[in-house]
């Protein structure tokens, strides 16, 4: 019997359970294939998504372990390069958390050269902007390397080069973490104080009287650090007096005064006060607003914040205004988790509950668009596609209480809300491969989303919920389109790239729909996840691969179709 040659080695249909003939893909984790993201790409993926919870087919162990060993080849290959680019990432806002910047600038110190190291000394607060992340910095450096010299004054030098009432503020506003105090570190890298004013602080820090300098490092570093001691040079701060005044009160008028007098951040307030309403609207007329985020459903349990209030007003115009949005760096993810977290009228954990106000709903869903930047539409007919196969159900973005499979969604909107000619579409397939979804139900394979931007977000995401979960076939979207005899300029696709169950890849599925509709269609391909994978073929100009979820992507996205 012959052998049919074309069936063996056809480079235009190949099932994805295969590579393609001649090309340099290879085995993804769900066992299909697709191509691999260079170390560079896998940097800006960690640090945008980071890699908590893993996926369905990798564990955060193992997930963590690759990301890991990729930002070393990049840190040993340019270190200078791969530390400007944790830098410019962190520092813009661009990424939903901070901790996978901190992690590899920790990364940095332990495997850069003379040269980068150095660098990260000048660096660090540009990280490290607050007593956490540096608390967070010191627990991973601890477990990657010893803490010579250069480290101590790496550490010493985030104290000394603040200003001595930023510094009073930090203090007090982040205590520990980690097992990490202000007095741990202080007393290991004993920073010589560049003022009177600061080595005030740093003695109220490690008196004990404070309730800072007590504390002990859980982990404890190799050796002993030094004993840092500082003279007394005099009264203490007026902030942190006050501070010190709070924990002495009697009255909630008199905590009231002290926080409407000094500006006092809710960590400074004695744990008896945090359930009086009067405290926490004395605490919202100053509250930073990442902090605002993380207590609306708190202030609507104590009725501060109900349907007419002045606080309601407050919260609301604070949401409203795009230029305290960006000076406070709120990434979208951030409020789409507050949106989420305060529509449904509970915590993630804990037992509160409270009532949601609509305004408040309506107002996050509004600064959810207010977070990305100069969004312009490309003027061209987009595809949407977004997968909702099972391991974008399980996977969650920056280990947020987010499913990539929502998140999409949510991502998606950003793009129909700004291009006139947009179809939204949700696709997945079987076990067995082919079309139809696992469960049943919809259209085989693929199933039309009624999503409007004009919906507001929490329903967006009842409705995604309601799609069956299948197997993942990313060729589909490139085919119905195909089989529709739809004229589509773009085609944005948003997954974990673990594509498996098709019957052919989506790079040959979009050249064959190019060969037969738009010759010039081109694709994007929105990663949710920071694996290494990616469907959009290296040496296919027509084919764009980029990162779920950095604020700066919809517009590198319509800059792509539109060119």
């Known amino acids: ?116 190291k150095a660098l990260v000394s000048r660096e660090i607060s540009k990280v490290c902007r607050i007593g956490t992340h540096l608390f967070h910095f010191a627990q991973y450096v601890n477990a990657l390397r010893g803490w010579g010299r250069g480290l101590r004054k790496t550490v010493g030098r985030w104290y000394v080069t603040r200003e001595a009432d930023d510094l009073a503020f930090q203090v007090v506003k982040y205590q520990q973490r980690d097992g990490w105090s202000h007095g741990d570190l202080l007393r290991l890298a004993h920073p010589k104080a560049p003022s009177l004013e600061h080595q005030t602080i740093f003695r109220w820090i490690l008196s004990g009287a404070n309730g800072l300098g007590e504390r002990t490092v859980t982990r404890r570093v190799q050796g002993e650090p030094r004993v840092a001691k500082y003279d007394e040079v005099g ?42 309403p009067g405290v926490w609207d004395a605490l919202l007329q100053h509250m930073p607003t990442t902090a605002m985020l993380r207590n609306l459903g708190k202030m609507t349990s104590l009725d501060l914040i109900k349907p007419l209030s002045d606080a309601a007003k407050l919260v609301v115009a604070r949401l409203s205004d795009e230029q305290v949005l960006q000076r406070a760096r709120i990434h979208p993810l951030a409020v789409l988790i507050a949106e989420k977290v305060y529509a449904q009228g509970h915590g993630e954990k804990g037992g509160l509950k409270w009532q949601p106000v609509s305004k408040i709903i309506d107002a996050l869903d509004a600064a959810f668009y207010a977070t990305f930047r100069n969004v312009e539409p490309c003027g061209k007919p987009v595809l949407l596609a977004l997968d909702v196969s099972g391991s974008m159900e399980f996977s969650r973005i920056a280990g947020s209480c987010l499913t990539a499979r929502e998140a999409s969604a949510a991502l998606a909107l950003v793009t129909a809300a700004t291009e006139p000619e947009c179809e939204i579409i949700a696709f997945s397939a079987p076990a067995g491969g082919g079309f139809g979804g696992m469960h049943g139900g919809g259209e085989p394979g693929i199933t039309r989303v009624q999503l409007s931007p004009r919906m507001r977000l929490d329903d967006v995401i009842k409705r995604i919920d309601t799609i069956p979960i299948g197997g993942t076939d990313c060729a589909l979207p490139m085919i119905w389109a195909r089989r529709e005899k739809l004229s589509v300029a773009g085609f944005i696709t948003y ?13 040959q599925a979009l050249r064959q729909y190019r060969g037969e509709f738009v010759p010039d269609a081109k694709a994007v391909v929105v990663g949710m996840t920071s694996n290494g994978f990616t469907l959009a073929d290296p040496d296919d100009r027509g084919m764009l691969d980029v990162v779920g979820f950095d604020a700066s992507v919809p517009a590198v996205i319509t800059d792509f179709l539109r060119s």
């Open 235 to 276: 009264a203490l701060p007026k902030f942190i007096a006050a501070v010190e005044q709070a924990r002495r009160a009697t009255t909630k008028a008199e905590v009231v005064s002290l926080i409407t007098a000094h500006n006092l951040p809710r960590e400074a307030i004695p744990t008896q006060w945090l359930n009086e």
């Open 495 to 507: 997954t974990d790239s673990e594509t498996w169950a098709g019957d052919i890849h989506p790079a």
């Open 1 to 116: 019997m012959a052998i049919d040659y074309a069936a063996q080695f056809n480079r235009r249909i190949t099932s994805q359970s295969q590579p393609i003939p001649g090309s340099t893909q290879t085995p993804n984790s769900a066992g299909g294939y697709t191509w691999q993201v260079d170390d560079w790409t896998r940097l800006d993926r960690f640090l945008i998504l980071g890699a908590e919870g893993g996926t369905y087919h990798i564990g955060e162990r193992e997930l963590v372990k690759e990301n890991h060993d990729a930002l070393v080849r990049c840190i040993q290959a340019d270190g200078v390069r791969a530390l400007n680019r944790i830098v410019e990432i962190s520092d813009s806002g661009r990424a939903p958390k901070n901790d996978p910047a901190i992690f590899a600038l920790a990364l940095v110190a332990a495997h850069g050269n003379a040269e980068t």
